[in-house]
């Protein structure tokens, strides 16, 4: 199990632009897949992008798909979140976690449900 750490969030205007980070500590990111999830007030967790970090293979789900962009810095174990043309409903709580023992496809991750370990999340606020 890797500890991750998320950084990045804020408050911004709709339209405007945010770049999450998702850090490890004291580890290798390399083989595994690494998750964006996001909580918003009175809603579920829900999957936002994921990506598998050795081969770089994204995905997102329709929500945020040709607006946010996953992508990896395998030399500094870190994951991130592009997230542009932002709205309203993308403010949440946003979290990183990773799979650490079966190595899904970055889709499988994000679309199948399973038992993942979370931080603290990094809040993101967009307002109208």
């Known amino acids: 199990q890797v500890q991750l750490v998320e950084s990045g969030g804020g408050r911004v205007q709709a339209g405007e632009s945010l770049r999450l980070s998702c850090s490890a500590r004291g580890s290798t990111l390399d083989y595994f897949t690494i998750g964006w999830f996001r909580q918003a007030p009175g809603k579920e967790r829900e999957a936002v992008s994921c990506?598998?970090?050795?081969?770089?293979?994204?995905y997102y789900t329709d929500a945020v798909k040709g607006r946010f962009t996953i992508s990896r810095d395998n030399t500094k174990a870190a994951v991130y979140l592009q997230m542009n043309k932002m709205k309203p409903e993308d403010t949440a709580v946003y979290y990183c976690?990773?799979?650490?023992?079966?190595?899904?496809?970055?889709?499988?991750?994000?679309?199948?449900?399973?038992?993942?370990?979370w931080g603290q999340g990094t809040q993101v606020t967009v307002s109208s």
């Open positions: 976690t990773g799979d650490w023992s079966s190595f899904p496809t970055a889709e499988t991750m994000c679309t199948v449900p399973g038992e993942y370990d």
């Open positions: 990506i598998t970090v050795k081969e770089g293979i994204p």
